[in-house]
């Protein structure tokens, strides 16, 4: 299964821990870092890149608690011009400030998982990645 994982790199930082510890958990369960490969390149390799594995994915997951146009762009392109599911955390106490075409959107193929804590992301993952294999 190819897991497309998105964060915000750029725009507000504050959840880049979590997708630290959402990187573990999908290595752990089998799926690739590609971190590593955006250093030394430049941005149009990363679009095209990226346009690439969004195209090619099974699942698009998304830790959107942070303000990113990135993130939105994925998830878009990808609800929108797929058939693919899309599964994206954001962090309860900032429901407020995520954008409100996250919180929400009601794309029958998009799950939303607002969280207070770990176990539930690594809950909903387990659940929706056997669900999908």
């Known amino acids: 299964m190819k897991v497309y994982f998105g964060f915000t790199v750029a725009g507000d930082r504050s959840a880049v821990p979590m997708a630290r510890r959402i990187v573990e958990l999908l290595e752990e369960m089998g799926h690739d870092d590609a971190a590593q ?39 878009g392109f990808l609800l929108g011009g797929s ?34 804590d770990f176990a539930q992301i690594e809950a909903q993952l387990r659940h929706t990645l056997t669900t999908l294999q």
Request: aromatic share 10%; proline share 4%.
């Open 37 to 75: 490969l955006d250093r030394g390149i430049t941005p149009q390799a990363v679009f095209e890149r990226d346009m690439n594995w969004l195209s090619q994915c099974d699942i698009f997951i998304g830790e959107v608690s942070g303000s990113s146009f990135g993130i939105g762009f994925e998830a």
């Open 83 to 116: 058939a693919r599911k899309a599964l994206l955390f954001y962090r309860r106490e900032v429901e407020g400030r995520v954008s409100l075409l996250i919180t929400g959107n009601t794309h029958p193929n998009c799950t939303l998982v607002p969280y207070t």
